[in-house]
């Protein structure tokens, strides 16, 4: 499994195209700050964590359903989000996200890998050039 150039999964994030304008990027902690770091740098705007948590670092499930881990202390009602995680296998913490941020005024998903609204890759054997 070989590693991808971070060059290239910037260019990714750099030239896909979104449909729509977002309001905040909220990264899933801790796997999706490095990525919605990238992506906020071009849109711009309001910058969130929501903690939750599924798996360790070997993809693991540590629970039968995400947690969160931290209350959420940003104003979400009424926004359109950019929900950004590294990667998707189940869909499982993207779906629990949306439930959490169900007040947003939109809520689209991106994920460096899987399946999302937007993916960058969709690749079963996948390495972040950002894990060292």
Not at 32 to 55: D, F, S, T, W
Request: glycine share 4%.
């Amino acid at each position: 499994m070989e590693r991808k150039p971070f060059d290239e999964v910037l260019e990714r994030v750099l030239t896909i195209e979104f449909a729509e304008e977002f309001d905040m990027v909220v990264a899933i902690a801790n796997g999706g700050i490095i990525p919605a770091a990238m992506v906020n740098q071009r849109l711009n705007c309001e910058y969130h964590l929501l903690k939750l948590n599924l798996r360790d670092a070997m993809q693991n499930k540590l629970y039968d359903k995400p947690k969160l881990l931290a209350e959420i202390d940003f104003d979400f009602k009424g926004k359109k989000i950019l929900l950004v995680d590294d990667r998707v296998k189940t869909g499982t913490t993207l779906e629990f996200a949306k439930e959490l941020l169900s007040d947003a005024a939109l809520v689209k998903t991106l994920a460096v890998n899987g399946l999302a609204d937007y993916c960058l890759y969709n690749e079963p054997c996948f390495r972040f050039p950002w894990i060292v």
